[in-house]
């Protein structure tokens, strides 16, 4: 640790504890096959952001306050999740037809406001463009103990409605029969998903904090089948792409954080797609020859 | 602001037409996509293409288009290969398999971007997702009579002509393949009895999102790209069971969503008083889903209100 300076301590720590709240709470989207509705749901943050800020600067408050632009952001992407599944249950339009345009309208709106920003004369925009490409290097201490407390509270919540959370990824169906509060339940993971993604922006970015949500959890899929291992394995990888990613970044300058995280998970993914045992490929097919060489030795072909 | 000719022509009608054709190309491939609930493939090329765009930038060394319209092209279909072998190797579902793939190449183009020569020129994000519509310009017309010159449409800019190509290359090919692509849109299943290779058309119709959205991306961004696949497609949707009235409303809809888009952003501002203009493809988008929005809420026959009546009157007849 002589190597690591202060600075650098930080934000490895931050990442760290981001990449493990996301990996966590991100199985529970993979499991649930709603991956691509946290890339609505961060794309539909813009709107949110810029709309703070406007309304902070109208208030007279600072419109870089990090509490509002977060709350703006966690708004908005709400409402994008909301009008999602609204299109969804009320039109004949499929879900990926949802997602596509929610994601496209609000960040469209958000662009149109962020150019409105960018005429006001007393404007200082220049830290909203963070949230789109993320800012990981300028991490402060209370940045950093933030996403501490975020990981902290994911696991918490998590540790507590284990039973809950893991009824509603394998068989909503019987939840919902077995007379379980399933709407307040996925109520509450939507919650989750939202503060992860709202706490994480201003770290990896908006288009970044999907990889952290999504990557880390698929990876940990080839690995077990069991949810308590498979949360573990995700909160893993989550937090050593973090740690990995941010200490790259900071021994080669030209290497932004935010990208080196998520290429650190991607690679993992696809070690992991080739090696894991239980459900890799070189596991899958040595189980398969061994099966062959089996059902040849009893006579059975064919 | 005041509104000359020699304005409008150079400025504003270059814009116009770049946002029309890359509506119209998005919207008519699009139909394939939200059809074959692959919408969310328009989603992945167009955040799958950056490190193309970089690469291409980075080996030619030039901001010329055409090896950075190369280098897109490529990464979409590495894309596209990586998320079926991820799907099918892995046993990934589709939604998590594109996830993983299109935000690892994002990330690759952000990194590259950072690189030494890349970063000296204006190859920022910001125009991958804005795009530049307002950068378009035609500095031959001085007037409406030099419109009818028609060796000044030969100065057209190089943006506006290869959307128009690109358009009409996609109607082209969309037009003679038109019954295999609606037999494996609506019965993959008959398609593939039939002889029909689904599995190849399924390929064709990637590839032509990719290309429309490639060809649309340096004018207009990505977000409008996603925007323009999806949102008149789904807006068809809502009116017709017809493929032949879908692509006819689909482009109809494309068409005004970007004149309509363009329009309000230029010259919205200043009509209500404010001297500036905001952003053009941010604005499409908007329209677009404005016009969504309306008609899941009042389409005829599949809108919102339209089936909560027809329900209380059928419960009012029993």
Aim: proline letters at 3%.
């Amino acid at each position: 640790m002589e190597m690591v300076g202060h600075n650098t301590l930080v934000v490895l720590l931050g990442a760290t504890a981001l990449g493990l709240a996301a990996g966590m709470v991100g199985c529970f989207m993979v499991l649930r096959r709603r991956a691509l509705v946290s890339d609505a749901l961060s794309h539909a943050t813009l709107p949110g952001i810029v709309t703070a800020f406007l309304t902070g600067l109208a208030l007279g408050i600072d419109g870089r306050s990090l509490p509002l632009l977060l709350a703006g952001a966690a708004i908005s992407g709400v409402i994008a999740v909301l009008t999602i599944q609204a299109i969804k249950r009320w039109t004949r339009l499929t879900e990926d037809a949802a997602i596509g345009a929610v994601l496209s309208v609000f960040f469209g709106a958000g662009v149109v406001l962020l150019s409105v920003v960018q005429e006001l004369p007393a404007a200082n925009a220049a830290g909203l463009k963070g949230f789109i490409f993320g800012q990981t290097a300028a991490m402060r201490s209370g940045e950093a103990m933030g996403l501490g407390a975020l990981a902290l509270v994911a696991a918490a919540l998590i540790w507590l409605f284990f039973k809950e959370f893991r009824l509603l990824a394998f068989d909503e169906g019987f939840a919902r029969a077995a007379g379980w509060p399933t709407g307040r339940i996925d109520l509450a993971l939507m919650a989750l998903v939202t503060l992860v993604t709202v706490v994480g922006l201003q770290t990896v970015g908006l288009v970044l904090i999907i990889a952290l949500l999504i990557t880390p959890a698929a990876t940990a899929r080839f690995w077990t089948d069991d949810l308590a291992a498979m949360l573990i394995i995700a909160g893993g990888v989550g937090a050593v792409s973090g740690g990995v990613g941010a200490l790259l970044s900071s021994r080669f300058a030209d290497l932004p954080a935010g990208a080196i995280i998520v290429l650190v998970a991607t690679s993992l993914f696809f070690i992991s797609l080739i090696i894991a045992p239980s459900r890799g490929l070189l596991g899958r097919s040595l189980r398969r020859a061994r099966l062959r060489r089996a059902l040849l030795a009893r006579g059975i072909t064919g | 602001m005041t509104l000359d000719a020699a304005t409008f022509l150079s400025v504003d009608l270059p814009a116009l037409l770049a946002a029309l054709f890359a509506c119209l190309s998005c919207a008519l491939v699009g139909n394939f996509l939200v059809l074959r609930r692959q919408a969310l493939m328009g989603d992945a090329i167009s955040h799958a293409v950056l490190p193309g765009i970089v690469a291409g930038f980075l080996v030619a060394g030039t901001r010329d288009t055409v090896p950075m319209l190369a280098g897109a092209l490529t990464a979409a279909l590495v894309a596209g290969v990586m998320i079926e072998l991820v799907r099918r190797l892995g046993r990934v579902e589709a939604g998590a398999a594109m996830g993983v793939v299109f935000t690892g190449l994002f990330a690759l183009g952000v990194v590259l971007i950072e690189q030494g020569p890349a970063r000296q020129i204006d190859l920022d994000a910001d125009c991958v997702l804005y795009g530049q519509l307002e950068a378009i310009l035609w500095l031959a017309p001085n007037g409406w009579s030099d419109l009818t010159d028609p060796a000044l449409w030969a100065t057209l800019p190089r943006q506006v002509v290869q959307l128009v190509a690109v358009f009409a290359l996609c109607l082209v090919i969309i037009l003679i393949f038109l019954k295999e692509l609606t037999l494996v849109c609506f019965d993959p299943a008959l398609a593939d009895t039939l002889g029909l290779k689904s599995g190849l058309v399924q390929h064709g119709i990637v590839g032509l999102a990719a290309l429309a959205a490639i060809a649309a991306f340096e004018a207009v961004g990505s977000i409008l790209v996603i925007a323009m696949l999806i949102c008149p497609a789904a807006t068809a949707r809502l009116y017709t069971d017809r493929m032949g009235t879908q692509l006819v409303v689909s482009l109809l809809v494309g068409g005004v969503t970007g004149l309509g888009g363009y329009a309000l952003a230029a010259f919205g501002p200043s009509l209500l008083g404010y001297d500036m203009a905001v952003n053009a493809a941010g604005s499409i988008a908007v329209l677009a889903g404005v016009i969504l929005g309306l008609s899941i809420l009042l389409a005829p026959r599949y809108g919102v209100l339209a089936r909560a009546t027809g329900r209380a009157m059928r419960g009012a007849a029993a």
